[in-house]
C-alpha cells in the first residue's frame, strides 16, 4: 500500500490564484481529513469527509472548498490564494471511529502565497 | 470550545535522562493521541488511548491517559538522541467523526 499521498509536494502561488491540492489513499478508509500546519503550530483542521459525498467543515474552513466523489480521493480547493494560506497542508485518513484507530497521515503539501 | 495544551512547548535535554510531557485538554474526551514529527517531515502515530487509566509503552516512550484530570503524559526513559522531534498530543472531542484537535506541540531536543 502507498498509504496517504499528497501532490504536489511544493508550489509558490501568487495572490488571487486558484489551486488544488491532491489527496488520495489506498487503504480503503471512510474517514479523510485536511489539516493546515503554520510555523511552530499544531494542526487546525479544515474540511473532512466521513464518506463518499458526505463533507463538513473543519475549524479553519474560509477560503477553502473539498468534495469527495470516490473513497480513494479528497481534493482540496484554494479559489483565491491570499497570504495567508501560506502552510503546510496535510491530508489523513482513518478507517473508522469504532475500533482504535488513528489517523495516517500524507507527506504534506508546501504552500507559498507571494 | 476544546482546547489542548501542552507543556512546555520547548524540551531540551541529555541523553540518559527522564522526562515527561504534559497535555491537557478542557472538555471530556472519548480518545487521545499522540504523534512524533520530525522537522519537515509527516506526522507518526505513536499511542491511542481510549480510556481513563490505559498506558501504553513502546520503547523508551509511555503514555498514560487521567479523563478525570483531563490529562495525558508522554514519558520518555533514558532518552537518546533518536527521540529528537516534535510530539503533538491530539484530542477527538466530539464522538463519532474523530474531529481531532491538536496541541501546539513539545519541541524535545535530546543533546549529546
Known amino acids: 500500500n502507498a498509504g496517504v499521498t499528497q501532490t504536489p509536494k511544493f508550489r509558490i502561488l501568487k495572490i488571487g490564484q486558484s489551486m488544488t491540492l491532491q489527496c488520495a489513499q489506498d487503504?480503503?478508509?471512510?474517514?479523510m481529513y485536511w489539516y493546515r500546519q503554520d510555523p511552530g503550530m499544531g494542526l487546525k483542521l479544515i474540511y473532512y469527509?466521513?464518506?463518499?459525498?458526505?463533507?463538513d467543515k473543519g475549524e479553519v474552513p474560509n477560503g477553502y472548498n473539498v468534495s469527495r466523489s470516490t473513497t480513494e480521493d479528497f481534493p482540496l480547493r484554494l479559489e483565491l490564494a491570499a497570504p495567508s494560506q501560506t502552510s503546510v497542508y496535510f491530508c489523513?485518513?482513518?478507517?473508522?471511529?469504532?475500533?482504535?484507530?488513528?489517523?495516517?497521515f500524507g507527506p504534506g503539501t508546501r504552500l507559498l502565497v507571494l | 470550545e476544546l482546547k489542548v495544551e501542552q507543556n512546555p512547548l520547548f524540551l531540551s535535554m541529555q541523553e540518559g535522562k527522564n522526562y515527561t510531557i504534559y497535555c491537557n485538554y478542557s472538555?471530556?474526551?472519548?480518545?487521545l493521541y499522540w504523534y512524533r514529527q520530525d522537522p519537515g517531515k509527516s506526522l507518526e502515530s505513536l499511542f491511542v488511548l481510549l480510556s481513563n487509566g490505559a498506558v501504553k509503552q513502546e520503547g523508551r516512550l509511555m503514555a498514560s491517559l487521567d479523563t478525570k484530570a483531563r490529562l495525558s503524559t508522554l514519558h520518555i526513559t533514558a532518552a537518546v538522541h533518536d527521540l529528537s522531534a516534535t510530539y503533538f498530543c491530539?484530542?477527538?472531542?466530539?464522538?463519532?467523526?474523530?474531529?481531532?484537535?491538536f496541541g501546539t506541540g513539545t519541541r524535545l531536543t535530546i543533546i549529546p
Open positions: 487503504m480503503n478508509h471512510n474517514y
Open positions: 472538555t471530556t474526551s472519548d480518545r
Open positions: 469527509s466521513v464518506g463518499a459525498g458526505i463533507t
Open positions: 489523513a485518513s482513518s478507517y473508522s471511529t469504532f475500533r482504535e484507530e488513528t489517523q495516517y
Open positions: 491530539a484530542v477527538d472531542g466530539n464522538f463519532g467523526n474523530e474531529k481531532l484537535t
